[in-house]
Each structure stands twice: as structure tokens, then as C-alpha cells.
């Protein structure tokens, strides 16, 4: 068996960047509550704030608008409970949200808004599913399975236009890597990141909220992020997640031109060298994210299919897994309408910073080989 | 290594081990509902999943909860209705052990499948047939009939030549968090807190019928025909009596239940149907045993066109129609069907 690992599953998780490392070391040492008062309390106080400022920048929001969170859904569950007009009832999301996103407005008897056949939110259903009950809106800005980037800021503007009161909310998890925040943080009221995909460590994102939202907490105690967000705050994880975001940003126009080319090479090099295989998502690949690929193989199970990868040190995902950890129907892709032989036969590769193009052409090759020796059997 | 997150795979997953075999962990989840957790359900995984990171070997999760659905839920339900005693352990052997779950092993290129049951392979003429675990009060071969000599080339029962004192035994020595977990006990998607009545009651519709006796007389009812079987003597409200009174029939369509003394339900024969036979059929003298841990009893047996018919060497009581009926010979198990 092969020692090599070749990582591709950058949308689950990327590698922490070495400047997170560092942070997350160095401020692992510090002893600082930021709470307190006193001068060690201060230092970590200190370093949440910077970071806090520089989250605030590369993202268009202001400081006193960024809540430290354990992580993306975290972040998406706070949102959804905690911000638009209480008394107004109802809450839209579009089908293809993220659990993070779904299950809370689930708990809250939300409206699933249709996508087309390539995982767009469909414009026309959010105008009519939208009314003056409505207290928030949330789409998020790439979807993490199937890489279509969604409408947001026209999204919002359709909202604002139609009701001022409507919060709109976008999960910015998949997106930060290759979008930038700024170009919808005037329109959007929240977005929500998480630090582990773009080279943070785990355990700690963020919501960032517009200055006309108030925020309903839902974690209660000790009152820390002015009162929105209790709980001891994650020191190190924080200032390592701002070390990241600002490499993150630095290198996005270029790594987004870098990624898309290599993703297109993984696209090409894979269908010719595997007839069985399609790309799962109908349209051009200029409006989905550039890190994602996903692909289905007819007549093969992808349950299988990983294991002979991950024999192999491929390390790819089904991207939708159960409390189990085994395989499950995606309802992103029932969402877009493919049949069961599609389902189980799906497969996502995902691209992120470390990606190569040696790691390219090695992944199809065992991907190939794999898919063969299913075949064959 | 099929793990399922009990203590009888986890201790057989480290014999392979010890004996250098290469192990690899698969958990197939199977049931999705309620379970009290025993077999398949998300505590079990994560329990198999502890196991393999323990013992240092990969483990997948395979879903096959579809199939679990098609060939054993869906007849146990279906089953009932029809008034026949279904086995969803058999069938669970019978369509995903060694079925689905040896196939996907195959494609996967794996040179075998090994389960942590209670039994053995014992080679006869060059052929490999399931053969009754050590511990005889554990014995697991009884469930494993379906299996053919040529499954059996790829299967492996590492558990199978120990007691069940032993494999506990081991488990404790080894640290695994499985080595006090009780044993999984009854049908595994079936909680102790609602019961097979809820399950059922749930998915087909449970008739009120009638009790009888064997003129013909109305002696009582019964809440549900579909859960009354052969041979009960319980639970059923029928009145008057002195002698103990046992069902010697059901008629599904008429919703009646016809009960009689014990000698009504004594027979000389049972004929089974849907025969897997290890290697080719068999006739002759054999010892056949009709439920999971029952004695078994001598019969002889003649294959029939489309089955078997079992004479019994001493009259018994009758065999519930969808039984499972294994017969052995010298320990090892010959084949199996269901009584009809």
C-alpha cells in the first residue's frame, strides 16, 4: 500500500496555514483571560481586538460587528435565531443550504426556496415566497457540495427592495477563499465564516453583522462579545483565524486564477481518462467556485469507489455523511433533480492552496485505476 | 472485519491480527430508527469505530440501509401479515453478510470476510461447511445456514473456537471499550421500549380475530392475529379449559386462531421449503434443529422436486410455518429451509 496522501478534500477541511501555526502556538502560551482587567488579561484581550479590526477589513463589516464563534455553524445557528425582528414569524433559506443552516430553520418552520438544475437559487421563487411576515432570508454564498455560487447580492437587493425589515443572511463558509467578502458586505446584513477552511485552525469562525442588526444572543452567560456571544473566547484559535484570513485574502486573486486552472485540468484529464464518468452540475464551470469538482460514475457505488481511493491515499468525499459517518442521500443534489444512480454514484474532489498540479495528475491516475477495477469486477 | 460495535467482532479482529492477517474494519449501518443499540445503529458505530482506532486498523461505514430495508424489514412485516415466524437474523445473514457485504468485499479486493459469530468451518471432502461454535450455548450456525461451500471459501470465524468467557476474557485484557457490552438480544430494530406490537402496528394493520377450539367453538379473542403463532399458549384471552390449550392453527384470511391441546399439535413431518444447501442435496439420516439455540432432533430427510420433507424420528410439536429449520450432521451443518 502507497504512503503518499493525496488531499482532496480541501471544502471538508484545508491545512493550517504556517502562519496560523505560529499564532496559534504563540498565543496558546498566553494566560490572559480577555476579560479580565489586569495586564495579562489585557495582552489577550489585545490580541482578539486586532483580530476583530482585521476580520472587520477584509470582510466590509464593522469591528464592533464581528462575533467570535466556535466555528461555522455556530455562526449559521446564531444568525438564524438570533437576528431580524422577533416578532415576525418566518424564515427563507434556499434547498441547498448547508445543515448548519438548515436544521435550525428547520426548527423554526422555515421555507425551502427551489434551485434549478444547477444549483441556483431561483430568483423568481425567492420574489414569491418572500412577505412582510418574513424576518430573514439566508443563501449561502457557494454551495459546499456542488460549488454553485449563488445570486446573494442581487438576492439582497430584491429583499431590501421589497421589505427594509428583512434580514439577509449568507453562509460565507465555502466562499471566503475565493470571493470576497467586501463586494457584498454593504448588502448582505451577516454573513458566516469558519476559520479550518481557509487555513485556521478548527473549532472557530465567526458571524459578522451589519451595524443596523441587533443580535439575539443564544449562548447566555458571562455576556463577552458585548453581550452577544458568552463563553470564554477562543484566544489562540481567534488570532490564528485572523492570521489566515489575511493570507487568505492576500493570495485570493491569484490563487482563484491558480485553482481554476487546475481544477479545469483535474475536469478534462479525468473524463477522458474515465468514460464512465460526468460532471454532476449541468452548466458552465465559470459559475461554480473553483475549488470544487464534483463528479458522478454510472453504474458505480462511490461508497466503494472512496475506499479503493483512500487504499490508495486519495483522501475525496461523498459530501453528504450521516451521524454514522456512513454515506447519505444529498438533498442538494435531490435538489437539483438527479436520479438514484446519480446519488450513489457521486463523488467530490475539492481543491485548496496546497493543490498541484503533480497532485492533479497522480489523483486522476488513481482515480482511473480505482474506477477500472471496479469495472472489472 | 465486519465490526458491528459488539464484543464478539471486536475480540475477532484482534485474533486476525495476532494471527498477521491484514484487517481492515467495515460497520454496516443497517437500520436508521429506533434501536436499543446491539447491532448497526449509531452507538454501535461509534463503538466498532473506538475498536478499530484501538487495534490500529482502518474502518469504513458502509450504508445498506436500503437493502436492510428491502430483504429483512420489509418481509418481517410482511411476514406477520401473512401469519408466518420470520428470522431477520437469518435474512440478515442470508442478503447482507454474505451477500451485498461479501460482494462489495470482493470488489474491494479483499481475500475474505470475517464476522464474530459463534461458529466454525469444518472442511469435509474438500468442501467447507459451517460447523457449531465451541461454546455451545452460544452457538451461532444455526442462523449462518444460507451460507454456500462456496461463500464459505471467503468467510472466517476468528471468535469461533473460543467460549464466550474467553472472548470476554480477551477484551478486557485488551483495553477494548467493548469487552462489557451486553449481548445484542432480540431483533435489532426493535426497542424494548415500544415493542414488535408498536413496530408492527406501525406499518400493517393489526386484526382482532377470533379464538377457537377444535370443534369449531368461539372460546375467546385476540387483539391482534398477526402476532399469535404456532405453538403460543400465552396471551391469547380464551376461556374455559382444564388442560393447557396451545394455537395449532391461524387463518390469516378469516382472522381465526384455532387452539387445541398439545397432542393437536404434534407431528410426524415437516416440509421445508427455499433449501440452500451447502454442497448438493442430501438425503438420509440428519439432526435437525428449529430454532436459534433449540435442541436439535434426529429426522430423516428426503429431497423432494421443490424442498425437503423431514420425517421426525419422534413426533414433535409443529414446526411454525416460516421457521427456519437447520439440519446438521457430525456438528456441521448440512443446510437449511423453511418449514412451510
Known sequence: MIQRELYFDHAASCPMRPEALEALHHWSTEVGNPSGSHRAARRA?????????????????EPRGVIFTSGGTEADNLALHGLGKASRGTVVVSAVEHPAVIEPARQLGATLVDVDATGTVNLEAVRSTI???CRMVSVMAVNNEIGSVQPIATVADLCREFDEDIVVHSDFVQGFSWLDPRTVGARVDAISLSAHKFGGPKGVGALLVSSRCAVRPQLLGGGQEAQRRSGTPNVAGIAAMAVAAQKASNERESEVIRVSRLRDRLIQRLLAACPSAALTRPGP??????HIVHVNFAGLSSEALLVLCDREGLCASAAASCASGAKANSHVLMAIGVDQSVLNGSLRLSLGYTTTESEIDQAVEVLAACVEKLVAV | MALSGGVDSSVAAAVLLEQGHEVVGITMKLWGGESDSGCCSVSDVDDARRVAQQLDIDHYVFNFSEEFDRYVVDPYVQAHRDNRTPNPCVECNRHLKFDVLLRRCDELGFDAVATGHHARVCRVDGASFVARGADAAKDQSYVLYPL???????????IGHLHKSEVREQATRLGLRTARKPDSQDVCFITHTHGRETFLGDRIALRPGRVVDLEGNEIGTTEAVELVTIGQRRGLNAAGGTEPRYV??????SATVTMGPREALMVDATVLKNMVWARGTRDGEVFAQTSAHGSPARARCMVADD??????????????????????VNDCVLGGGIAS
Open chain 2, 148 to 158: 454456500t461451500s462456496s461463500a464459505l471459501e471467503r468467510v472466517m470465524f476468528p
Open chain 2, 307 to 328: 424442498g425437503v420433507e423431514l420425517r421426525w424420528d419422534e413426533a414433535r410439536v409443529r414446526v411454525a410455518p416460516g421457521q427456519s429449520v437447520v439440519l446438521y
Open chain 1, 131 to 133: 412577505s412582510h411576515d
Open chain 1, 285 to 290: 464551470q465559470a459559475a461554480v467556485s473553483p
Open chain 2, 248 to 253: 395449532v392453527d391461524i387463518d390469516p384470511a
Open chain 1, 45 to 61: 484581550r489585545r490580541a482578539i481586538d486586532d483580530a476583530r479590526d482585521q476580520l472587520s477589513e477584509l470582510c466590509g463589516f
